[in-house]
Protein backbone atom coordinates (compact mmCIF):
# COMPACT_ATOMS: atom_id res chain seq x y z
CA UNK A 1 0.00 0.00 0.00
CA UNK A 2 0.88 3.41 -1.07
CA UNK A 3 2.00 5.86 1.83
CA UNK A 4 -0.87 8.63 0.83
CA UNK A 5 -3.47 5.59 0.86
CA UNK A 6 -2.33 4.06 4.00
CA UNK A 7 -2.30 7.68 5.28
CA UNK A 8 -5.91 8.00 4.29
CA UNK A 9 -7.24 4.93 5.98
CA UNK A 10 -5.56 6.11 9.06
CA UNK A 11 -7.56 9.63 9.11
CA UNK A 12 -10.80 7.90 8.35
CA UNK A 13 -9.88 5.36 11.31
CA UNK A 14 -9.26 8.36 13.59
CA UNK A 15 -12.03 10.40 11.75
CA UNK A 16 -14.79 7.74 13.67
CA UNK A 17 -12.93 6.87 16.53
CA UNK A 18 -12.21 10.55 17.67
CA UNK A 19 -15.42 11.44 16.59
CA UNK A 20 -13.08 14.31 14.37
CA UNK A 21 -15.17 17.09 13.44
CA UNK A 22 -12.27 19.50 11.21
CA UNK A 23 -10.25 17.72 8.51
CA UNK A 24 -6.62 18.70 9.33
CA UNK A 25 -4.24 20.04 6.54
CA UNK A 26 -1.32 17.84 6.01
CA UNK A 27 1.42 18.51 4.48
CA UNK A 28 4.20 15.87 3.57
CA UNK A 29 7.99 17.83 3.96
CA UNK A 30 10.85 16.53 2.26
CA UNK A 31 13.48 18.31 4.41
CA UNK A 32 17.68 16.38 3.44
CA UNK A 33 19.63 18.39 6.03
CA UNK A 34 16.67 17.59 8.77
CA UNK A 35 16.68 14.05 8.03
CA UNK A 36 20.76 13.99 8.79
CA UNK A 37 20.68 14.57 12.50
CA UNK A 38 19.19 11.75 15.09
CA UNK A 39 17.57 14.69 16.70
CA UNK A 40 15.79 15.77 13.37
CA UNK A 41 11.83 16.71 13.54
CA UNK A 42 9.77 13.60 12.74
CA UNK A 43 5.77 15.25 12.61
CA UNK A 44 4.16 18.61 14.34
CA UNK A 45 0.53 19.64 15.17
CA UNK A 46 -0.23 23.35 14.55
CA UNK A 47 -3.42 24.08 16.89
CA UNK A 48 -3.71 27.35 15.39
CA UNK A 49 -4.47 26.34 11.88
CA UNK A 50 -5.36 22.59 12.49
CA UNK A 51 -2.35 21.44 9.98
CA UNK A 52 -0.32 18.57 10.49
CA UNK A 53 3.29 18.07 9.08
CA UNK A 54 5.07 15.11 9.01
CA UNK A 55 8.50 14.63 7.62
CA UNK A 56 9.01 12.09 5.34
CA UNK A 57 13.20 12.06 3.86
CA UNK A 58 14.54 8.92 5.13
CA UNK A 59 11.78 7.73 6.93
CA UNK A 60 9.89 4.42 7.09
CA UNK A 61 6.14 4.71 5.95
CA UNK A 62 5.42 2.85 8.93
CA UNK A 63 6.95 5.42 11.46
CA UNK A 64 5.70 7.76 9.17
CA UNK A 65 1.95 6.60 9.90
CA UNK A 66 2.76 6.54 13.28
CA UNK A 67 3.49 10.01 13.19
CA UNK A 68 0.45 10.78 11.71
CA UNK A 69 -1.90 8.76 14.11
CA UNK A 70 0.33 10.67 16.98
CA UNK A 71 -0.37 14.34 15.45
CA UNK A 72 -4.18 13.22 14.82
CA UNK A 73 -4.71 12.80 18.62
CA UNK A 74 -3.40 16.24 19.61
CA UNK A 75 -5.76 17.50 16.43
CA UNK A 76 -8.88 15.71 18.60
CA UNK A 77 -7.07 17.26 21.69
CA UNK A 78 -7.29 20.62 20.19
CA UNK A 79 -11.07 20.18 19.16
CA UNK A 80 -12.00 19.04 22.57
CA UNK A 81 -10.16 22.66 24.07
CA UNK A 82 -7.39 20.89 25.64
CA UNK A 83 -4.47 22.12 23.95
CA UNK A 84 -5.56 25.66 25.25
CA UNK A 85 -5.09 24.04 29.14
CA UNK A 86 -1.17 23.68 28.40
CA UNK A 87 1.78 25.98 27.50
CA UNK A 88 3.73 24.87 25.21
CA UNK A 89 5.76 27.81 24.31
CA UNK A 90 9.03 26.44 26.20
CA UNK A 91 11.12 24.03 24.59
CA UNK A 92 10.74 21.33 27.68
CA UNK A 93 6.74 21.66 27.84
CA UNK A 94 6.42 18.06 27.44
CA UNK A 95 8.61 17.66 31.03
CA UNK A 96 7.66 20.64 32.76
CA UNK A 97 3.79 21.54 32.00
CA UNK A 98 1.59 18.79 33.55
CA UNK A 99 -1.15 19.25 31.40
CA UNK A 100 1.38 18.91 28.32
CA UNK A 101 2.68 16.23 29.92
CA UNK A 102 -0.41 14.05 30.11
CA UNK A 103 -1.24 15.15 26.36
CA UNK A 104 1.67 13.87 25.15
CA UNK A 105 1.10 10.67 27.14
CA UNK A 106 -2.18 10.21 25.36
CA UNK A 107 -1.00 10.94 22.04
CA UNK A 108 1.59 8.38 22.60
CA UNK A 109 -0.95 5.95 24.04
CA UNK A 110 -3.82 5.71 21.43
CA UNK A 111 -2.03 7.07 18.80
CA UNK A 112 0.50 3.96 18.42
CA UNK A 113 -2.76 2.05 19.65
CA UNK A 114 -4.86 3.31 16.47
CA UNK A 115 -1.98 2.59 14.62
CA UNK A 116 -1.52 -1.06 15.59
CA UNK A 117 -4.92 -1.94 15.42
CA UNK A 118 -5.58 -0.54 12.03
CA UNK A 119 -2.62 -2.87 10.87
CA UNK A 120 -3.47 -5.67 12.93
CA UNK A 121 -7.22 -5.14 11.54
CA UNK A 122 -6.15 -4.51 7.59
CA UNK A 123 -3.86 -7.60 7.79
CA UNK A 124 -5.68 -9.62 9.81
CA UNK A 125 -9.92 -9.30 8.94
CA UNK A 126 -9.69 -7.37 5.83
CA UNK A 127 -9.97 -9.96 2.82
CA UNK A 128 -10.28 -9.92 -0.69
CA UNK A 129 -11.86 -12.20 -3.35
CA UNK A 130 -10.79 -13.69 -6.25
CA UNK A 131 -11.35 -10.60 -8.21
CA UNK A 132 -9.77 -8.28 -5.93
CA UNK A 133 -12.51 -7.31 -4.66
CA UNK A 134 -12.57 -6.68 -0.83
CA UNK A 135 -14.82 -7.85 1.59
CA UNK A 136 -15.00 -7.05 5.17
CA UNK A 137 -14.53 -9.75 7.23
CA UNK A 138 -15.12 -8.20 10.17
CA UNK A 139 -14.93 -4.51 11.67
CA UNK A 140 -11.88 -3.14 13.40
CA UNK A 141 -12.23 -4.24 16.92
CA UNK A 142 -13.74 -1.28 19.34
CA UNK A 143 -13.53 -2.64 22.67
CA UNK A 144 -13.47 0.94 24.12
CA UNK A 145 -13.35 4.31 23.17
CA UNK A 146 -9.93 4.93 24.26
ZN1 LIG B 1 3.12 14.85 20.70
Known amino acids: MELKEALGKIYN ?10 TP ?6 D ?3 AQGIFGKTAYYNPTDMSIVLYITNRHDKDICRSFA ?3 VHHHQNERGDLELGDASQATYAQDDPHMRKMEMEAYLKGNLL ?3 WEDWFKNYKQTNQNGKTIIKR ?7 N
Open 32 to 34: EEN
Open 139 to 145: KIPRISR
Open 25 to 30: KLHLKE
Open 115 to 117: FRD
Open 13 to 22: EAKEKFDIQN
Open 70 to 72: HEL
